[in-house]
Protein backbone atom coordinates (compact mmCIF):
# COMPACT_ATOMS: atom_id res chain seq x y z
CA UNK A 1 0.00 0.00 0.00
CA UNK A 2 1.09 3.35 -0.97
CA UNK A 3 1.25 6.47 1.28
CA UNK A 4 -1.43 9.27 -0.32
CA UNK A 5 -4.17 10.80 1.88
CA UNK A 6 -7.01 8.47 1.65
CA UNK A 7 -4.24 5.87 3.29
CA UNK A 8 -3.01 7.77 6.35
CA UNK A 9 -5.89 6.27 7.82
CA UNK A 10 -4.11 2.51 7.84
CA UNK A 11 -0.71 4.05 9.19
CA UNK A 12 0.95 2.92 12.28
CA UNK A 13 -0.29 4.31 15.15
CA UNK A 14 1.61 7.31 16.83
CA UNK A 15 2.68 8.73 13.56
CA UNK A 16 2.08 12.14 12.97
CA UNK A 17 0.02 13.24 10.17
CA UNK A 18 -1.04 16.51 8.81
CA UNK A 19 -4.72 16.97 10.68
CA UNK A 20 -4.65 20.90 9.26
CA UNK A 21 -6.96 21.22 6.51
CA UNK A 22 -4.13 21.28 3.50
CA UNK A 23 -6.47 22.69 0.76
CA UNK A 24 -6.03 25.94 2.33
CA UNK A 25 -2.84 26.58 2.66
CA UNK A 26 -1.12 28.93 -0.19
CA UNK A 27 1.96 28.27 -2.45
CA UNK A 28 4.18 31.49 -0.95
CA UNK A 29 7.27 29.37 -0.78
CA UNK A 30 9.32 28.04 -3.81
CA UNK A 31 11.90 25.51 -2.80
CA UNK A 32 14.64 24.35 -5.52
CA UNK A 33 16.27 21.31 -4.39
CA UNK A 34 13.74 19.00 -3.31
CA UNK A 35 16.38 16.88 -1.68
CA UNK A 36 17.26 14.90 1.61
CA UNK A 37 17.92 17.45 3.40
CA UNK A 38 15.41 20.22 3.03
CA UNK A 39 12.68 17.61 3.43
CA UNK A 40 13.43 16.54 6.77
CA UNK A 41 14.32 20.51 7.62
CA UNK A 42 12.74 23.43 6.30
CA UNK A 43 9.28 21.51 5.25
CA UNK A 44 9.62 19.61 8.78
CA UNK A 45 9.41 23.40 10.66
CA UNK A 46 6.10 24.72 8.15
CA UNK A 47 4.52 21.14 8.85
CA UNK A 48 4.81 22.13 12.69
CA UNK A 49 3.74 25.71 12.12
CA UNK A 50 0.65 24.57 10.74
CA UNK A 51 -0.07 21.69 12.59
CA UNK A 52 0.34 23.69 15.62
CA UNK A 53 -0.29 27.44 14.41
CA UNK A 54 -2.37 27.12 11.47
CA UNK A 55 0.09 28.76 9.52
CA UNK A 56 -0.74 28.79 5.80
CA UNK A 57 2.35 28.80 4.66
CA UNK A 58 2.80 26.44 1.56
CA UNK A 59 5.54 25.28 -0.78
CA UNK A 60 5.84 24.40 -4.43
CA UNK A 61 8.99 21.98 -4.50
CA UNK A 62 11.18 21.91 -7.47
CA UNK A 63 13.86 19.98 -9.04
CA UNK A 64 16.20 21.74 -11.28
CA UNK A 65 18.56 18.91 -12.36
CA UNK A 66 18.87 15.17 -10.59
CA UNK A 67 15.80 13.91 -8.35
CA UNK A 68 13.18 13.34 -11.42
CA UNK A 69 12.11 10.43 -9.42
CA UNK A 70 11.30 12.15 -6.14
CA UNK A 71 9.00 14.84 -7.79
CA UNK A 72 7.25 12.16 -10.01
CA UNK A 73 6.53 9.74 -6.36
CA UNK A 74 5.35 12.71 -4.20
CA UNK A 75 2.63 14.02 -7.34
CA UNK A 76 1.96 10.12 -6.78
CA UNK A 77 1.18 10.61 -3.30
CA UNK A 78 -1.21 13.30 -2.62
CA UNK A 79 2.59 14.90 -2.07
CA UNK A 80 2.72 13.79 0.72
CA UNK A 81 6.00 11.96 2.50
CA UNK A 82 7.00 11.34 5.73
CA UNK A 83 9.84 12.02 8.17
CA UNK A 84 11.71 9.05 10.45
CA UNK A 85 13.10 10.32 13.63
CA UNK A 86 16.07 7.86 14.43
CA UNK A 87 16.38 8.15 18.24
CA UNK A 88 18.81 6.10 19.88
CA UNK A 89 15.81 4.43 21.93
CA UNK A 90 13.68 4.24 18.65
CA UNK A 91 12.20 5.80 15.61
CA UNK A 92 9.12 8.20 15.47
CA UNK A 93 7.48 8.99 12.05
CA UNK A 94 5.92 12.14 11.13
CA UNK A 95 3.94 12.62 7.41
CA UNK A 96 4.73 16.30 6.20
CA UNK A 97 0.92 17.89 4.32
CA UNK A 98 2.64 21.85 3.19
CA UNK A 99 3.50 20.74 -0.29
CA UNK A 100 1.33 21.97 -2.61
CA UNK A 101 2.54 21.71 -5.94
CA UNK A 102 5.57 20.03 -6.67
CA UNK A 103 7.91 20.09 -10.40
CA UNK A 104 10.56 19.48 -12.22
CA UNK A 105 12.56 21.93 -14.46
CA UNK A 106 13.90 18.78 -17.07
CA UNK A 107 10.84 17.00 -16.70
CA UNK A 108 7.51 19.80 -16.93
CA UNK A 109 9.93 22.49 -18.84
CA UNK A 110 11.75 25.19 -17.49
CA UNK A 111 8.99 27.89 -18.24
CA UNK A 112 6.55 26.01 -15.80
CA UNK A 113 9.30 26.62 -12.65
CA UNK A 114 9.62 30.28 -14.18
CA UNK A 115 5.78 30.74 -14.38
CA UNK A 116 5.64 28.98 -10.68
CA UNK A 117 8.12 31.33 -9.21
CA UNK A 118 6.41 34.89 -11.43
CA UNK A 119 3.20 33.43 -9.25
CA UNK A 120 2.15 36.78 -7.52
CA UNK A 121 1.84 35.02 -3.44
CA UNK A 122 5.19 33.83 -4.07
CA UNK A 123 7.46 35.60 -0.92
CA UNK A 124 10.06 33.21 -0.95
CA UNK A 125 12.13 31.29 -2.70
CA UNK A 126 14.54 29.37 -0.52
CA UNK A 127 17.12 27.07 -2.32
CA UNK A 128 18.96 23.40 -1.00
CA UNK A 129 20.88 22.66 -4.17
CA UNK A 130 24.52 21.95 -2.55
CA UNK A 131 27.59 23.89 -2.56
CA UNK A 132 28.12 23.31 -6.38
CA UNK A 133 24.78 24.98 -7.84
CA UNK A 134 25.60 28.18 -6.78
CA UNK A 135 28.13 28.09 -9.42
CA UNK A 136 30.48 30.31 -7.58
CA UNK A 137 33.95 30.26 -7.14
CA UNK A 138 34.39 28.72 -3.53
CA UNK A 139 37.52 30.38 -2.75
CA UNK A 140 36.35 33.92 -2.81
CA UNK A 141 32.55 33.77 -3.00
CA UNK A 142 32.02 35.24 -6.44
CA UNK A 143 30.24 34.49 -9.20
CA UNK A 144 32.50 31.98 -11.16
CA UNK A 145 31.92 33.77 -14.89
CA UNK A 146 33.39 30.23 -16.59
CA UNK A 147 31.45 27.79 -14.77
CA UNK A 148 29.59 26.23 -17.75
CA UNK A 149 25.68 26.61 -16.63
CA UNK A 150 26.61 30.66 -16.34
CA UNK A 151 28.32 30.67 -19.71
CA UNK A 152 24.64 28.71 -21.14
CA UNK A 153 22.64 31.91 -19.13
CA UNK A 154 24.19 34.63 -20.38
CA UNK A 155 23.76 33.18 -23.73
CA UNK A 156 20.04 32.38 -23.33
CA UNK A 157 18.89 34.19 -20.48
CA UNK A 158 14.98 33.49 -20.52
CA UNK A 159 15.84 29.22 -20.95
CA UNK A 160 18.00 29.28 -18.39
CA UNK A 161 19.89 25.84 -16.37
CA UNK A 162 21.74 27.41 -13.44
CA UNK A 163 19.87 28.35 -9.90
CA UNK A 164 21.28 31.44 -10.57
CA UNK A 165 20.29 31.55 -14.50
CA UNK A 166 16.63 30.49 -12.94
CA UNK A 167 16.60 33.27 -10.02
CA UNK A 168 17.50 35.98 -12.42
CA UNK A 169 15.20 35.44 -15.03
CA UNK A 170 12.32 34.54 -12.36
CA UNK A 171 12.59 38.03 -10.85
CA UNK A 172 13.07 39.80 -14.09
CA UNK A 173 9.29 38.37 -15.74
CA UNK A 174 8.17 39.30 -11.82
CA UNK A 175 9.66 42.92 -12.83
CA UNK A 176 7.84 43.21 -15.84
CA UNK A 177 4.99 42.21 -14.30
CA UNK A 178 4.86 44.91 -12.21
CA UNK A 179 4.96 42.57 -8.89
CA UNK A 180 6.52 42.20 -5.81
CA UNK A 181 10.06 40.87 -5.77
CA UNK A 182 10.72 37.63 -3.52
CA UNK A 183 13.28 36.59 -0.85
CA UNK A 184 16.00 34.29 -1.94
CA UNK A 185 16.70 32.37 1.11
CA UNK A 186 19.63 29.76 1.10
CA UNK A 187 20.13 27.03 3.32
CA UNK A 188 23.23 25.46 2.40
CA UNK A 189 26.12 24.79 4.32
CA UNK A 190 28.26 28.00 3.25
CA UNK A 191 29.62 30.99 4.95
CA UNK A 192 27.85 34.16 4.88
CA UNK A 193 25.68 31.90 2.38
CA UNK A 194 22.95 34.88 1.69
CA UNK A 195 25.84 36.92 0.42
CA UNK A 196 27.40 34.49 -1.61
CA UNK A 197 23.73 34.04 -3.04
CA UNK A 198 23.52 38.15 -3.76
CA UNK A 199 26.99 37.74 -5.26
CA UNK A 200 26.31 35.00 -7.69
CA UNK A 201 22.50 36.62 -8.29
CA UNK A 202 23.72 40.20 -8.94
CA UNK A 203 26.73 39.11 -10.67
CA UNK A 204 24.13 37.22 -13.20
CA UNK A 205 22.23 40.07 -13.69
CA UNK A 206 24.48 42.55 -14.56
CA UNK A 207 26.00 40.30 -17.51
CA UNK A 208 22.55 40.67 -18.63
CA UNK A 209 21.00 44.42 -17.60
CA UNK A 210 22.84 47.05 -15.46
CA UNK A 211 19.04 47.84 -14.49
CA UNK A 212 17.50 44.53 -13.89
CA UNK A 213 20.15 44.71 -11.23
CA UNK A 214 19.98 47.52 -10.29
CA UNK A 215 16.44 46.39 -9.38
CA UNK A 216 17.14 43.37 -7.45
CA UNK A 217 19.53 45.54 -5.54
CA UNK A 218 16.83 47.50 -4.37
CA UNK A 219 13.88 44.95 -3.97
CA UNK A 220 15.66 41.63 -3.21
CA UNK A 221 17.25 40.52 0.28
CA UNK A 222 19.23 37.52 0.62
CA UNK A 223 19.03 36.92 4.25
CA UNK A 224 22.27 34.01 5.71
CA UNK A 225 20.84 30.99 7.16
CA UNK A 226 22.31 28.33 9.65
CA UNK A 227 21.30 24.96 8.96
CA UNK A 228 21.75 22.15 10.80
CA UNK A 229 20.24 18.14 10.81
CA UNK A 230 22.37 15.46 9.85
CA UNK A 231 19.91 13.61 7.10
CA UNK A 232 22.11 10.76 5.90
CA UNK A 233 21.31 9.81 2.12
CA UNK A 234 18.59 7.73 1.67
CA UNK A 235 19.33 3.73 0.86
CA UNK A 236 16.96 0.89 0.34
CA UNK A 237 17.82 -0.42 3.73
CA UNK A 238 16.25 3.38 5.03
CA UNK A 239 12.74 2.54 2.84
CA UNK A 240 12.44 -0.85 4.14
CA UNK A 241 12.68 0.67 7.83
CA UNK A 242 10.66 3.55 6.94
CA UNK A 243 7.97 1.28 5.66
CA UNK A 244 8.10 -0.88 8.97
CA UNK A 245 7.79 2.03 10.52
CA UNK A 246 4.97 3.14 8.93
CA UNK A 247 3.14 -0.17 9.76
CA UNK A 248 3.76 -1.17 5.95
CA UNK A 249 2.43 1.68 4.37
CA UNK A 250 4.97 2.35 1.33
CA UNK A 251 6.64 5.87 1.18
CA UNK A 252 8.82 5.86 -1.64
CA UNK A 253 9.68 9.70 -0.70
CA UNK A 254 10.38 9.15 2.74
CA UNK A 255 13.59 10.26 4.48
CA UNK A 256 15.37 9.50 8.21
CA UNK A 257 17.47 11.71 10.11
CA UNK A 258 18.64 12.40 13.80
CA UNK A 259 16.49 13.94 16.24
CA UNK A 260 18.07 17.37 16.27
CA UNK A 261 17.72 20.22 14.38
CA UNK A 262 19.05 24.13 14.57
CA UNK A 263 17.61 26.55 12.46
CA UNK A 264 19.25 30.56 12.68
CA UNK A 265 18.20 33.27 10.26
CA UNK A 266 18.74 36.84 9.45
CA UNK A 267 15.41 38.51 9.93
CA UNK A 268 15.56 40.03 6.81
CA UNK A 269 12.60 39.39 4.49
CA UNK A 270 11.10 41.50 1.97
CA UNK A 271 7.79 40.32 1.18
CA UNK A 272 6.44 38.51 4.44
CA UNK A 273 7.81 35.33 6.08
CA UNK A 274 6.31 32.56 8.04
CA UNK A 275 6.39 32.97 11.96
CA UNK A 276 9.32 30.49 12.56
CA UNK A 277 10.03 31.59 16.21
CA UNK A 278 6.88 29.75 17.27
CA UNK A 279 8.85 26.64 16.40
CA UNK A 280 12.28 27.17 17.60
CA UNK A 281 14.07 29.06 14.80
CA UNK A 282 16.63 31.71 16.29
CA UNK A 283 15.51 34.55 14.02
CA UNK A 284 18.62 37.30 14.72
CA UNK A 285 20.51 40.44 13.05
CA UNK A 286 23.92 38.44 12.22
CA UNK A 287 24.28 34.67 11.36
CA UNK A 288 27.97 34.61 10.79
CA UNK A 289 29.29 33.96 13.64
CA UNK A 290 26.12 31.05 13.85
CA UNK A 291 27.35 30.00 10.72
CA UNK A 292 31.03 30.01 11.24
CA UNK A 293 30.74 27.96 14.15
CA UNK A 294 28.67 25.24 12.52
CA UNK A 295 30.81 24.89 9.82
CA UNK A 296 34.16 24.95 11.58
CA UNK A 297 33.23 22.73 14.45
CA UNK A 298 30.67 20.35 12.75
CA UNK A 299 31.49 20.34 8.96
CA UNK A 300 35.01 20.80 9.46
CA UNK A 301 35.40 17.72 12.07
CA UNK A 302 32.70 16.17 9.79
CA UNK A 303 35.32 16.26 6.52
CA UNK A 304 38.03 15.18 8.87
CA UNK A 305 36.32 12.54 9.82
CA UNK A 306 35.25 11.91 6.13
CA UNK A 307 38.65 11.46 4.89
CA UNK A 308 41.00 10.17 7.24
CA UNK A 309 37.79 7.74 8.61
CA UNK A 310 37.11 6.88 4.72
CA UNK A 311 41.06 5.86 3.61
CA UNK A 312 41.38 3.70 7.00
CA UNK A 313 38.45 1.74 6.03
CA UNK A 314 35.37 3.21 8.29
CA UNK A 315 32.38 3.58 6.30
CA UNK A 316 30.56 5.95 8.86
CA UNK A 317 30.53 8.69 10.81
CA UNK A 318 29.23 6.47 13.48
CA UNK A 319 32.35 3.64 12.77
CA UNK A 320 34.91 6.24 13.08
CA UNK A 321 33.75 6.78 16.81
CA UNK A 322 34.32 3.15 17.34
CA UNK A 323 38.21 4.57 17.32
CA UNK A 324 39.57 6.41 20.02
CA UNK A 325 41.74 8.11 18.12
CA UNK A 326 39.49 9.31 15.81
CA UNK A 327 36.97 10.89 18.68
CA UNK A 328 40.34 12.31 19.94
CA UNK A 329 41.85 14.18 16.81
CA UNK A 330 37.85 15.45 16.58
CA UNK A 331 37.89 17.27 19.71
CA UNK A 332 41.12 18.43 19.51
CA UNK A 333 40.19 19.73 15.87
CA UNK A 334 36.91 21.66 17.06
CA UNK A 335 38.48 22.73 20.33
CA UNK A 336 41.98 23.45 19.86
CA UNK A 337 41.87 24.39 15.78
CA UNK A 338 38.17 25.77 15.51
CA UNK A 339 37.07 27.00 18.37
CA UNK A 340 39.81 29.82 18.94
CA UNK A 341 39.05 30.93 15.09
CA UNK A 342 35.48 31.49 16.27
CA UNK A 343 33.56 35.09 17.61
CA UNK A 344 30.50 33.77 18.75
CA UNK A 345 29.75 34.96 21.72
CA UNK A 346 27.91 33.45 25.04
CA UNK A 347 28.00 29.73 23.38
CA UNK A 348 29.68 27.28 25.67
CA UNK A 349 31.88 25.24 22.89
CA UNK A 350 32.72 22.79 24.58
CA UNK A 351 29.21 21.42 25.40
CA UNK A 352 28.97 22.06 21.71
CA UNK A 353 31.61 19.76 21.11
CA UNK A 354 30.52 17.23 23.00
CA UNK A 355 27.07 17.16 21.73
CA UNK A 356 28.65 16.79 17.91
CA UNK A 357 30.82 14.00 19.24
CA UNK A 358 27.02 12.38 21.11
CA UNK A 359 25.58 13.06 17.53
CA UNK A 360 27.84 11.11 15.42
CA UNK A 361 27.87 8.21 17.75
CA UNK A 362 23.98 7.72 16.85
CA UNK A 363 24.87 4.28 15.04
CA UNK A 364 20.84 4.61 13.82
CA UNK A 365 22.38 7.33 11.53
CA UNK A 366 24.67 5.47 8.88
CA UNK A 367 25.97 8.05 7.69
CA UNK A 368 28.53 7.13 4.98
CA UNK A 369 32.03 8.79 4.94
CA UNK A 370 32.21 8.60 1.09
CA UNK A 371 28.80 10.84 0.98
CA UNK A 372 30.45 13.66 3.14
CA UNK A 373 33.83 13.35 1.55
CA UNK A 374 31.96 14.21 -1.74
CA UNK A 375 32.08 17.54 -3.16
CA UNK A 376 35.76 18.59 -1.42
CA UNK A 377 36.54 21.27 -3.47
CA UNK A 378 33.40 22.91 -2.46
CA UNK A 379 33.86 22.68 0.84
CA UNK A 380 37.40 22.87 1.86
CA UNK A 381 37.25 26.86 1.95
CA UNK A 382 34.80 27.14 4.78
CA UNK A 383 35.22 24.42 6.59
CA UNK A 384 39.45 23.76 7.20
CA UNK A 385 40.73 26.89 5.17
CA UNK A 386 39.64 30.08 6.66
CA UNK A 387 40.84 28.74 10.00
CA UNK A 388 44.37 27.67 8.44
CA UNK A 389 44.42 31.27 7.73
CA UNK A 390 43.61 32.64 11.25
CA UNK A 391 46.27 30.23 12.61
CA UNK A 392 49.16 31.52 10.20
CA UNK A 393 48.20 35.17 10.88
CA UNK A 394 48.24 34.13 14.89
CA UNK A 395 51.27 31.75 14.14
CA UNK A 396 49.60 29.35 16.12
CA UNK A 397 49.35 25.27 15.19
CA UNK A 398 47.15 23.91 12.94
CA UNK A 399 48.29 20.02 12.73
CA UNK A 400 44.70 18.52 12.59
CA UNK A 401 43.49 20.90 10.02
CA UNK A 402 46.98 19.78 7.78
CA UNK A 403 46.32 16.34 8.11
CA UNK A 404 42.68 17.19 7.35
CA UNK A 405 43.63 18.94 3.81
CA UNK A 406 46.77 16.33 3.03
CA UNK A 407 43.41 13.72 3.89
CA UNK A 408 41.37 15.09 1.12
CA UNK A 409 44.41 14.92 -0.98
CA UNK A 410 44.89 11.85 -0.87
CA UNK A 411 41.48 10.66 -1.29
CA UNK A 412 40.97 12.75 -4.11
CA UNK A 413 44.10 11.52 -5.83
CA UNK A 414 41.91 8.34 -6.24
CA UNK A 415 43.17 4.98 -4.90
CA UNK A 416 42.65 3.93 -1.16
CA UNK A 417 45.40 2.60 1.15
CA UNK A 418 44.72 -1.30 -0.08
CA UNK A 419 45.33 0.03 -3.81
CA UNK A 420 41.57 0.26 -4.43
CA UNK A 421 40.14 3.17 -6.71
CA UNK A 422 38.24 5.55 -5.14
CA UNK A 423 35.01 6.77 -6.47
CA UNK A 424 35.37 10.60 -5.95
CA UNK A 425 32.74 12.89 -6.98
CA UNK A 426 33.38 16.27 -7.39
CA UNK A 427 32.51 19.60 -9.75
CA UNK A 428 35.91 19.81 -10.50
CA UNK A 429 36.80 16.22 -10.56
CA UNK A 430 38.34 16.64 -13.96
CA UNK A 431 41.09 19.21 -13.06
CA UNK A 432 41.89 17.03 -10.21
CA UNK A 433 42.19 14.16 -12.16
CA UNK A 434 44.63 16.24 -14.37
CA UNK A 435 46.33 17.36 -11.79
CA UNK A 436 46.85 14.05 -10.17
CA UNK A 437 47.73 12.09 -12.92
CA UNK A 438 50.77 15.41 -14.07
CA UNK A 439 51.99 14.82 -10.35
CA UNK A 440 54.51 11.75 -8.45
CA UNK A 441 52.84 11.33 -5.44
CA UNK A 442 54.37 13.29 -2.84
CA UNK A 443 55.47 17.00 -2.48
CA UNK A 444 54.73 16.90 -6.30
CA UNK A 445 50.98 15.93 -5.43
CA UNK A 446 50.85 18.40 -2.68
CA UNK A 447 52.31 21.38 -4.99
CA UNK A 448 49.68 20.27 -8.18
CA UNK A 449 46.65 20.14 -5.96
CA UNK A 450 47.62 23.75 -4.26
CA UNK A 451 47.42 25.15 -7.26
CA UNK A 452 43.71 24.63 -7.28
CA UNK A 453 42.84 28.96 -6.85
CA UNK A 454 39.07 28.04 -6.90
CA UNK A 455 40.38 26.01 -3.79
CA UNK A 456 43.32 27.68 -2.12
CA UNK A 457 42.91 31.50 -3.29
CA UNK A 458 46.33 32.55 -4.50
CA UNK A 459 47.56 34.00 -1.18
CA UNK A 460 47.98 30.42 0.67
CA UNK A 461 49.98 28.51 -2.12
CA UNK A 462 52.89 31.13 -1.20
CA UNK A 463 52.85 30.63 2.44
CA UNK A 464 55.81 28.42 3.11
CA UNK A 465 54.81 27.87 6.22
CA UNK A 466 51.61 26.38 4.80
CA UNK A 467 53.05 24.11 2.45
CA UNK A 468 55.25 22.78 4.35
CA UNK A 469 52.67 21.73 7.29
CA UNK A 470 50.45 20.08 4.58
CA UNK A 471 53.65 18.36 2.46
CA UNK A 472 54.84 17.10 6.07
CA UNK A 473 51.04 15.83 6.92
CA UNK A 474 50.51 14.52 3.62
CA UNK A 475 54.09 12.58 3.61
CA UNK A 476 53.28 10.95 6.34
CA UNK A 477 49.40 9.89 5.64
CA UNK A 478 50.74 8.01 2.24
CA UNK A 479 53.46 6.59 4.44
CA UNK A 480 52.04 5.28 7.59
CA UNK A 481 48.58 5.24 6.46
CA UNK A 482 45.51 7.41 8.13
CA UNK A 483 45.45 5.41 11.46
CA UNK A 484 48.74 5.73 12.55
CA UNK A 485 48.85 9.43 11.41
CA UNK A 486 45.87 10.08 13.42
CA UNK A 487 47.04 8.23 16.44
CA UNK A 488 50.45 10.25 16.08
CA UNK A 489 48.60 13.74 15.85
CA UNK A 490 46.78 12.89 19.19
CA UNK A 491 49.51 10.69 21.24
CA UNK A 492 52.16 13.28 19.82
P1 LIG B 1 20.56 15.60 -1.88
O1 LIG B 1 21.58 14.98 -2.74
O2 LIG B 1 19.52 14.74 -1.26
O3 LIG B 1 19.81 16.74 -2.67
C1 LIG B 1 20.51 17.66 -3.44
C2 LIG B 1 19.51 18.61 -4.09
O4 LIG B 1 20.25 19.59 -4.78
C3 LIG B 1 18.60 17.92 -5.10
O5 LIG B 1 17.33 18.46 -4.94
C4 LIG B 1 19.19 18.30 -6.44
O6 LIG B 1 18.18 18.44 -7.41
C5 LIG B 1 19.82 19.65 -6.13
N1 LIG B 1 21.00 19.95 -6.94
C6 LIG B 1 22.18 19.27 -6.97
N2 LIG B 1 23.04 19.86 -7.80
C7 LIG B 1 22.41 20.95 -8.29
C8 LIG B 1 22.79 21.97 -9.20
N3 LIG B 1 24.00 21.99 -9.74
N4 LIG B 1 21.89 22.93 -9.49
C9 LIG B 1 20.65 22.91 -8.95
N5 LIG B 1 20.24 21.97 -8.08
C10 LIG B 1 21.11 21.01 -7.77
O7 LIG B 1 21.40 16.38 -0.76
P2 LIG B 1 20.85 16.96 0.62
O8 LIG B 1 21.11 15.99 1.70
O9 LIG B 1 19.47 17.45 0.44
O10 LIG B 1 21.82 18.17 0.87
C11 LIG B 1 21.75 19.32 0.06
C12 LIG B 1 22.48 20.44 0.73
O11 LIG B 1 21.81 20.81 1.92
C13 LIG B 1 23.90 20.13 1.19
O12 LIG B 1 24.83 20.24 0.15
C14 LIG B 1 24.11 21.17 2.25
O13 LIG B 1 24.51 22.38 1.69
C15 LIG B 1 22.73 21.32 2.86
N6 LIG B 1 22.64 20.58 4.12
C16 LIG B 1 22.55 19.21 4.13
C17 LIG B 1 22.49 18.54 5.34
C18 LIG B 1 22.46 17.05 5.41
O14 LIG B 1 22.79 16.48 6.47
N7 LIG B 1 22.07 16.32 4.39
C19 LIG B 1 22.44 19.29 6.61
C20 LIG B 1 22.64 20.72 6.48
C21 LIG B 1 22.69 21.33 5.26
C1 LIG C 1 27.95 16.97 5.93
C2 LIG C 1 26.72 17.84 6.18
O1 LIG C 1 27.60 16.07 3.79
C3 LIG C 1 28.28 16.85 4.46
O2 LIG C 1 29.21 17.48 3.99
O3 LIG C 1 29.01 17.50 6.63
O4 LIG C 1 25.73 17.65 5.26
C4 LIG C 1 26.17 17.67 7.61
O5 LIG C 1 25.55 16.42 7.75
C5 LIG C 1 25.18 18.75 7.94
O6 LIG C 1 25.71 20.00 7.68
C6 LIG C 1 24.67 18.66 9.36
O7 LIG C 1 23.86 19.76 9.60
Not at 161 to 188: H, N, W, Y
Not at 294 to 322: E, P, T, V
Amino acid sequence: MKLSQENLQYLAPGTIVPTYPRNQLKTRIVHLGFGAFHRAHQAVYADQLAAQFGSDWGFCEVNLMGGEQQITDLNAQDRLYSVAEMAPEGWSSRVVGVVRRAIHGEIDGINTVLEAMAEPDIAIVSITITEKGYCHQPSTGKLEENHPGILHDIAHPQSPKSAPGVIVEALRLRRERQLPAFTVMSCDNMPDNGHVTRNVILGLAKLQSEELAQWIEDHVSFPSTMVDRIVPAVTPETLDKITQQLGGVHDSVGVACEPFRQWVIEDNFVNGRPEWEKVGVELVQEVLPFEEMKLRMLNGSHSFLAYLGYLAGYAHINDCMHDDNYVAAAYHLMLNEQAPTLRTQGVDLVAYADSLIERYRNTALKHRTWQIAMDGSQKLPQRMLDSVRYHLKHNSNFDCLALGIAGWMRYVSGTDEQGYPIEVSDPLLAQLQALVSASQDGPERVNALLSLDLVFGNELPKNQKFVDCITQAYIHLISYGARQSVAKLVQG
